[in-house]
């Protein structure tokens, strides 16, 4: 065990160097978080698709958990049980746009990950990072229980549980539980937690503040330091569900799959469950009981039980559906909770978008009418007023005060920002799929995906570390 | 499918370079071999030790099955099933003894297979290779269903079904079915199918000839070249108990392990088995019913049912055992193959050999004395008289003619020779542990080894290939 504690050891006085100054040090959350004595439990899983180049090498490296990979770069890393998807890297030669400006790739786009500590952490990598576009960088970087980095490269940051680091650049910055920020560069500020914050410098400021009573309900923790709260409950009694799966090698769909669908068989499926055509269920999803219509996507960490999506339909990483019927294009952003019951179902007209770290727990049955926008805290219909709005409305506003929120700026471009947005989703998760090469989306161009395998040494002094591995296309 | 097909033509091209000028053309039998619809269906697996230094590189190359392997390098090759141990290769600066010369290498001796194709092979590398000592090279090679290369060299050879090639240098040369060779190099020969030849140049030579009639109702063929015979149904009814063990990644030990023996998480252990101190089963040992003494071992392939091991017993790879009662210290040769029934089990007195390819099908009950040799094919008690031998007599002949067998030169040195390997196996296997380090063997020394699986691309171009790997220390 000497190797992976003087690892832990490393990565914590690495971030807490950049971390210390603003006024967190991480040894404490770090050290609750990783059980060393289960690190010798799993397997790692690297997925490799025909469809995307890939490479992978991982040195003095802890890796657990399942992984969709692209080119990859590993080194003197604890990564545990993340997603860290290359999927959108960027080959040699593509033209990267940045404020105005263009820029050719000299090199595929590759992903480092070096002195991280990730526990239950999607990276996706649709990257937006302008300081070297080819390199898409974490660094050392601790994030929490289910926090998302979706697109960007993050330095020395913290990320609570929860929280998502959207499109952005983070340097030296902490993120508070539940936080969602696509704010550009944040180094050395810290996020509370429950905020939700998007600017775009000169163009407009959304900014939500959850109530800290709230948060507290969901996210919290208990005396020892362990994940607590009513997210954690959530998940806990599925959890379960998940640990079989990764027990077999042997996989068979419980559901038909249309030849133009994809479902990962690290997807837990369950029940009257059906899936439309170009439909997708990423790894680590958890669909009981739910109808998905043609183009929706469930992604990574998402949840969606007794539920009925009627066809492209968006589930952002780590959404929550319970009791909840979309009808066409609905957005459910990061980490949202749509949490209705038998008797009080949740209805969300077509085209609507449901901001993301938004928490909706029905306590009467409610109804979102079409093409609006929803954000904050809802448990009752008449709850909507101050936390909802007409699309048509939100782009006519310069200013809107209503509850927690405070929004400035442009609200046509920032509702044609997400319109653009969730046009994207579709495009490149495959939903627009009509048989032509050039509509195949991540549906299509996953499902051929094979895995590797590797298992940790079992004693000695490298006991919990995995060989240094480099796997390569020829 | 495209690289798979091309790699096949290659290896094939490659293999007859060297056989067709001694008239053996492999094609049909590597094409009757290889499923290529069915080479997506495995995972392939390497086993890692804490103890064994190992370095994997496999490149352009199909490989499949379960492996325990230390340092090694394959190329452009299709491995399938097959067993590959490291565990005895030298290190560097260890000193080999050839022909009373000695020499130190210069590197840790690392394992080539270049352009071979073996199936369900085991390849055990206690090298006795004076050509090149660093290498343990199989270059182009193809070794049918069942067959052993056991510690050797060989290049452009052909191993028939259940063959082993023990100990020794073999290059263009043909091995028949179910022959087995000890016999140094045997460039350009074909060894006939049932032949079991021991030859030390200068000092003996043990020749027994199975008969033609016999060899085909054990090891034949059907109208379609696939295997067919005695061994093939023998192996048939049980395979399938294996194919649950692969898919799946938990384990948890159906019997109790002695802190101090070896039980591999791929071996099939059934019915009211038990392993004694220091006992050691290999991947792909079969047992049922089998009661393991002490320092016994069951080797990769054997199986071991409804019969009893005293004690130091070993089952050599291949080795089948069926109402089978073996006192102390009695070695069964390389797929011998001792079938008793419930009403004619076969009883074996302490200190026993049974040569390898020795073929025991009782009609009735058998008794075997104490510290006697066996060899060739029995079905009576009175079938021994020509087929077995006390040592002690065996040891002071020059000459002897019985039935099929032929032995001239040095009685006792043959004897010796098998005795000292017997104990060399012991030891190497862990038999004598007593605590110390120093008395370590397989039995203790490979308890932590963890695996790495790789699964092949699933359509494409790639199709059944696996990617280019490099798993190596830091």
Not at 133 to 141: H, S
Not at 171 to 196: E, M, P, W
Not at 204 to 214: C, G, K, L, M, R
Not at 227 to 241: C, E, I, V
């Amino acid at each position: 065990m000497k190797s992976i504690s003087r690892l832990i050891d490393h990565i914590i006085s690495r971030v807490n160097v950049n971390l210390k100054p603003i006024g967190r040090d991480v040894e404490n959350a770090v050290r609750q978080s990783i059980r060393t004595d289960k690190l010798t439990k799993y397997y790692a899983y690297y997925a490799l698709s025909i469809d995307h180049p890939w490479y992978f090498r991982f040195q003095e490296s802890n890796l657990g958990g399942t992984y969709f990979l692209g080119k990859c770069e590993v080194d003197r890393s604890v990564v545990l049980m993340s997603d860290i998807r290359g999927d959108e890297l960027k080959p040699k030669g593509a033209v990267a746009y940045f404020n105005g400006m263009e820029t050719e790739l000299y090199q595929d786009e590759i992903i480092q990950v070096v002195n991280s500590f990730l526990i239950k952490t999607l990276v996706h990598n649709h990257s937006r990072n302008s300081e070297i576009p080819e390199y898409f960088r974490i660094l050392n970087t601790v994030a929490m229980h289910y926090s998302n980095i979706h697109g960007t490269t993050t330095e020395g940051a913290y990320l609570g549980a929860f929280s998502t680091a959207d499109l952005s650049v983070l340097h030296n910055c902490v993120l508070g539980d539940f936080a969602y920020v696509q704010a550009g560069d944040l180094s050395r500020k810290t996020i509370r937690s429950g905020r939700v914050w998007i600017r775009k410098q000169g163009e407009f400021e959304f900014d939500y503040a959850h109530d800290p009573s709230i948060i507290d309900r969901f996210v919290t923790y208990d005396d020892e330091g362990q994940l607590t709260g009513l997210f954690s409950d959530f998940l806990k009694g599925r959890r379960s569900d998940f640990l079989p799966m990764y027990d077999s090698l042997a996989f068979e769909s419980p559901v038909p799959v249309p030849d133009n669908a994809f479902l990962s068989r690290y997807a837990v499926v369950k029940d009257a469950s059906s899936l439309g055509d170009n439909s997708l269920v990423a790894q680590r999803a958890y669909l009981e009981n739910a109808k998905l219509g043609h183009g929706s996507n469930a992604q990574e960490n998402c949840f969606i039980i007794d539920s009925q999506l009627e066809g492209l339909d968006i589930i952002a990483h780590g959404g929550k559906l319970t009791y909840t019927k979309l009808g066409n294009k609905v957005f459910v952003g990061f980490n949202s909770f749509l949490h209705g019951e038998k008797w009080s179902g949740i209805t969300v007209g077509a085209g609507t978008i449901v901001m993301p770290h938004t928490i909706i727990d029905a306590k009467e049955p409610i109804t979102i009418p079409e093409n609006f926008i929803v954000w904050g805290y809802v448990r009752t219909q008449e709850d909507l007023e101050v936390h909802s709005m007409s699309l048509e409305d939100f782009s006519q506003r310069r200013v809107i005060r209503l509850g927690n929120l405070s929004f400035k700026g442009d609200g046509g471009a920032f509702i044609e920002g997400f319109r653009d947005r969730i046009e994207h989703i579709l495009l490149e998760n495959g939903a627009y799929y009509d048989g032509e090469r050039s509509t195949r989306g991540h549906a299509q161009r996953t499902q051929s995906v094979s895995y590797n395998l590797f298992q940790p040494y079992l004693a000695g002094e490298e006991e919990a570390m995995f060989p240094a591995i480099v796997v390569g296309s020829r």
